[in-house]
């Protein structure tokens, strides 16, 4: 990808930057933009440890429609998956390279749209044991799917709002409207519940990270462990859990994503896509 980036730098051919504002400008960018995609996936299907996995036949031709069609719209992309198979992690590194090149990125976590279930742990006496109990805490039931809309869909509009937060100390506690976000011009959202209902059908780009077992394994007990304080016999109860809600609720949905990513590749290598991606974003000549 180093190679990509350092003959995206030097090129002296570059293409004048297009009028967005015009049809013909929107049309010219979305071509680039095709040829520029389709040289990404070449190159990374040469990787020795690949990031994309697959591509759905049609996306490419989606993904340029929208960029002509509908300008003023801005871009949803999810991030689903299986619980601990890394998209937080590389919400994190987007977060962090996007920061470093000033690109215009909100993002947020779906999981913030769990219900309050402080009242079940009281009852129970603690969440390990509301999941004994079989409560199924994965279920698109247990989200609050309409502010989720309500919200994403006002982002979309270019109107900033407030989410929920949902605290991870084992308390199920939500505080309603905690967290600010900006409506940028791309909005990332991470999280089983961009997959359920109409909410899936409010992303423009639908992202799929797969992860081989043993890996997510290793990964969920030691974030168990490390940051959620719990021991390794409980979270190896709430990982047994986790699979079978998978297969539930998240697997069924792998085949409708855009893009299938993979969870273990190389984050420094997937950190030089974005570069890149940005690069050719921005890497025009402008005319006098």
Known sequence: MNFLLEKELNQHDKITKPDFTTRSGRELFAIYLHTKFKQILDYDSKNENPIFKSIHPEFI??????????????FLIGISGESASGKT???????????????????????????????LIKKYGSFDKLLESGYDVD????????????????????????????????????????ISKKSQKIIIVEGM????????????????????????????LYRAQTSRN???????KQLAYVREASKKYILPKKSCSDIIINGASSLEYFTN???????????????E
């Open 61 to 74: 031709q989606k993904f340029t429609k929208r960029i002509i069609h509908n300008p003023e719209k801005h």
């Open 89 to 119: 992690t590389i919400c994190n590194t987007i977060k962090q390279v996007t920061e470093k090149l000033n690109m215009p990125i909100e993002i947020l976590s779906a999981d913030n749209y769990f219900k309050d279930i402080s009242s």
């Open 139 to 178: 279920s698109p039931d247990n989200f609050d799917m309409v502010q989720l809309f309500e919200d994403l869909d006002m982002l979309s509009k270019g109107v900033d709002v407030r989410i929920p937060q949902y605290l991870v100390n084992g308390t199920g506690i939500v505080v309603p409207k905690a």
């Open 193 to 220: 519940a961009t997959m359920y209902g109409e909410v899936s059908n409010l992303f423009d780009v639908k992202i799929y990270v797969d992860i081989d077992p043993v890996i997510q394994e290793k990964w969920f």
């Open 230 to 236: 719990q021991n390794e016999e409980n979270a190896k």
């Open 273 to 287: 896509i974005i570069e890149y991606i940005y690069k050719i974003t921005n890497n025009f000549t402008v005319s």
